[in-house]
């Protein structure tokens, strides 16, 4: 069984504007991270966020971490048509390193 | 280009025939992971090494695979009577958490192999 659910499944949005998307997660854990995958191919590490860790930035990528709600959120801003795939987060659980995998959010940029 | 590889990328094959997957991870790292993806699903973690030392396999995994990686550098993956059911994307990551300047456990992936059985 997968670790993380996103929501949502799917999201469609326009060129420039911002991209949100939320995953939550059953366990402890020991970092979250986010990956891109574009259509049939493997996947992209975005970002690494720790447990004791809040937030972070990453150029246009800002994620949030809520260990009491066992949550995080990705946001994209002023998407781009280049930002068109699916986004994995990945909770890596204490003592563990392999990573265990949402079921996604599909985001499509409509130029 | 010292990312991670995997040969090949498309495998169709009939039931019951077996599979061999092979992964040339990034070189310096010592953990090797595999991952199978299906249809609308994200990764699901199979097994990993530590260096040549096969550490952990997950329940998904049958008797039917099994996956080496001697001498702690390439890894395969192989899949004998093959059915319906393992036709998925095989993934391969490596990471190297122990390394000095390394970010905690992030892996890098490789472009997957894509299984088809007929």
């Known amino acids: 069984s997968q670790q993380g659910e996103e929501d949502p499944q799917a999201l469609s949005i326009q060129e420039g504007e911002n991209a949100t998307m939320n995953c939550s997660y059953k366990t402890s854990i020991n970092n979250l991270q986010w990956y891109r995958q574009n259509s049939g191919r493997g996947l992209v590490h975005l970002i690494l966020i720790r447990s004791n860790e809040r937030e972070k930035h990453s150029g246009r990528l800002r994620v949030t971490l809520d260990t009491s709600k066992k949550s995080s959120s990705l946001l994209i801003t002023a998407s781009r048509a280049a930002d068109t795939a699916s986004y994995f987060c990945a909770t890596d659980l204490s003592n563990d390193y392999k990573l265990s995998f949402g079921a996604g959010t599909t985001v499509t940029v409509r130029a | 280009d010292t990312g991670v590889s995997q040969d090949p990328r498309h495998k169709i094959t009939k039931r019951g025939q077996n599979v061999t997957f092979r992964c040339d991870p990034i070189s310096e790292h010592n953990r090797l992971y595999w991952y199978r993806q299906t249809l609308g699903q994200g990764p699901e973690f199979l097994t990993y090494?530590?260096?040549?030392?096969?550490?952990?396999k997950s329940r998904l995994l049958s008797d039917r695979f099994s996956a080496e990686r001697p001498k702690g550098s390439f890894s395969t993956l192989e899949i004998q009577r093959t059915e319906q059911g393992d036709s998925a994307m095989y993934l391969c990551a490596s990471s190297s958490p122990e390394a000095a300047g390394a970010t905690y456990n992030e892996q890098f992936f490789g472009p997957g192999t894509r299984l088809t059985v007929l």
């Open positions: 090494f530590q260096n040549e030392a096969q550490l952990e």
